[in-house]
């Protein structure tokens, strides 16, 4: 008998989940979004293509999670996504009572599943579930770890032309822009990153994923942005600035660039001190010329006008 595997949400994720689940052929597959029609819609396309992919398994979409009762494994993806300028933590207090709510079914639903938590944020949304399912700990989990190393292992890959079969590393912290990579005990083939790779390529590369963060989640939408205090905003500012003091070839110098940009123009029109603000505005006017001049056909150049026209306000 196969498993059950039950998906709360059918949006972005829980739809890649309910592929990848079905493809793999896990178990039998319950798809749930509370918005009707959304979830059967879904597992609808997701059966007619069995057939030409080859798998061959039940997939139910539903807007009743009563569907869900005596599921194997659940994966929660429901709740809301963020918005242009939000970090992760902002979701915490818009999220815990639904993933509580949800918890409590589940656990009168699927006593005996494992549960698995995707939903951000996500180190905090797996206490709650904890707490609404009271499972044993060994049957409520975050995915964010597997995720990062994966990432960790990608970068690594794409570094030094390599396969990601071959890459080993791992993470350590909460999923956000602060957790911390370990090169020393990443390795390819065996071999440790820290002898494929110079220190400072390391050190460039893992200061430009800290100052890209959540930078791009937002700035196609609304450059100008930002949630962050004075403080951690000359931070950002001085990372980039040491970033852009380091040689071409070790960072990705356009990025780096362009992201600098929208900092200081950030800090234009944000800081309450005037003087230091008026200082920003004329590094942002150059670091826009600059950029403009050098990466005419850059894609971020179409956002290089709206920093313009805000500096223009100031």
Do not use: C
């Amino acid at each position: 008998m196969r498993k059950k595997i039950s998906i709360i949400g059918a949006g972005n994720v829980g739809s890649a989940t309910a592929l990848w689940v079905a493809r793999n052929e896990l178990g039998d597959v319950v798809l749930y979004n509370r918005t009707r029609g959304l979830a059967e819609g879904k597992a609808l396309d997701l059966k007619e293509s069995s057939p030409v992919e080859g798998f061959d398994l039940s997939i139910t979409g539903t807007d009743q999670i009563e569907q869900t009762r005596d599921s194997d494994v659940v994966v929660l993806t429901a709740g809301m996504a963020r918005q242009p300028g939000m970090s992760r933590d902002d979701l915490l207090t818009m999220n815990a009572s639904l993933i509580s709510a949800i918890g409590a079914k589940i656990a009168q639903t699927s006593p005996n599943a494992v549960l698995i938590v995707v939903s951000n944020p996500v180190d905090a949304m797996v206490h709650v579930a904890a707490e609404a399912t009271s499972f044993p700990r060994q049957r409520v989990m975050g995915m964010a770890g597997i995720l990062d190393s994966a990432r960790f292992r990608t970068f690594i890959a794409l570094e030094l032309g390599v396969s990601v079969e071959d890459t080993n590393a791992l993470v350590l912290g909460g999923h956000g822009d602060f957790m911390v990579p370990l090169p020393r005990y990443a390795s390819v083939g065996g071999i440790p990153v820290v002898d494929l790779l110079p220190e400072s390529r390391i050190a460039a590369d893992a200061a430009l994923r800290l100052l890209q963060g959540g930078f791009y989640d937002s700035v196609e939408q609304d450059p100008l942005t930002t949630r962050d205090g004075p403080d951690a905003l000359r931070a950002q500012i001085g990372l980039a600035e040491m970033l852009l003091r380091a040689t071409a070839p070790t960072v990705e110098r356009e990025e780096v660039e362009f992201i600098a940009a929208i900092l200081y123009t950030r800090a234009a029109k944000t800081l309450s001190d005037r003087v230091a603000a008026k200082a920003y505005a004329s590094k942002a006017r150059a670091a826009v010329d600059a950029f403009e001049a050098r990466y005419p056909e850059s894609l971020r150049a179409a956002i290089m006008p709206v920093l313009r026209e805000a500096l223009a306000r100031l």
